[in-house]
């Protein structure tokens, strides 16, 4: 049974940093893209950013470009999202997703797995 569990969210400052995480199991992450997505109430889904299985390539929203690095431990079945010089329109819930594609397009393709998120809060 495939599950994600994301971690690393709280409430920071506007201007300081956070590193989320997602961790999968149940199937063979090394061969996964996996995304992160944002939502916050009242707005639709948004993409931030995604990473090939391979870690060679990534894809960032506008939104979080120079700001979020997006990397994976493939030994580690992990995911991460590192987020700096954060804004109070960064607040939402984080999901991660696996299972899709990198799309040079629309940054990633949804797959079918996606984690329960945790929450970010930035403070103005």
């Known amino acids: 049974q495939v599950h994600l569990e994301e971690s690393g969210g709280g409430l920071v400052q506007a201007g300081g940093s956070l590193r989320l995480s997602c961790v999968v199991s149940g199937m063979t992450f090394s061969n996964t893209d996996v995304g992160w997505f944002r939502q916050s109430p009242g707005k639709e889904r948004e993409f931030v950013a995604a990473i090939r299985y391979t870690g060679a390539s990534l894809r960032y929203a506008d939104s979080v470009k120079d700001r979020a690095t997006i990397s994976r431990d493939n030994a580690e079945n992990i995911v991460y999202l590192q987020l700096n010089n954060m804004r109070p329109e960064d607040t939402a819930a984080y999901y991660c997703?696996?299972?899709?594609?990198?799309?040079?397009?629309?940054?990633?393709?949804?797959?079918?797995?996606w984690g329960k998120g945790t929450q970010v809060t930035v403070s103005s």
């Open positions: 997703n696996a299972g899709g594609a990198l799309s040079s397009v629309s940054g990633y393709l949804l797959g079918a797995f």
